[in-house]
């Protein structure tokens, strides 16, 4: 059994109290995969990172590195990347004992000191996991797989690549039916209201702009019904009125 290339000699960080000293260690570390991400079993993990002394403990701040292999969530082809996570952790031999102390310098959870020892593996492992990525991708702009024949849309086209636009024509089409229903089914009343409309203004004369407009919205409704027999005349009398 290989030793635990993470653990660090608490002796080697004696007093003076503040010191510092500057670590970097590199070693495998089992188990380091989520659902979409992993490190792979034979890629070193590796801390770099400054440990300082402080009263009861050490602060240990610097980086947490591996790479990383996945699936890409649009593609699915194979993905890899480097995880590298900053952190900022203390180990306290006593922890939650120094409320207020030690535990203020970071509000994350401290870690266990013992003996003679660091270890700074549990550190590690936590600082990869919760950096590896939740949903990886080959590149920004990946276009992923035609949802319709899976082809990879990065590498060839396929005659079903518009269908995902479909239903938004068929959304317009949709927008486009309803006037034309509305026009079909009343299309005569429409053109005659309009036409009684025109008509009525200018029976108002140019000044009557707003009345001629809102007796023309008004009667372009009641109108419309009655415009086939009242025709130009009735609407004509209509509107002096109206206007005056
Ligand atoms: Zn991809
Ligand atoms: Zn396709």
Redesign the pocket.
Known sequence: MTPNPFLVPVTSLRPPLGGRQHVVRTGRLDGLAITSSAVPADADVMVDADVEVVDGGVVVTGTVSSIWTGECRRCLNPVTGVVVAKVREVFERAPRLREGDLVAVDEAETYPLTGDTLDLAPMARDAILLELPLAPVCREDCAGL?P??G?DLNEQT????EAPINPVWAILDSLRVAPDDVEGGAGGAGGAASSAGRSGAGGAGGGADGAASSAGAASSAGAAGSAGRSDAPGVGDDVPPDSA
């Open positions: 035609c319709a024949c082809v396929c005659d079903c690549a």
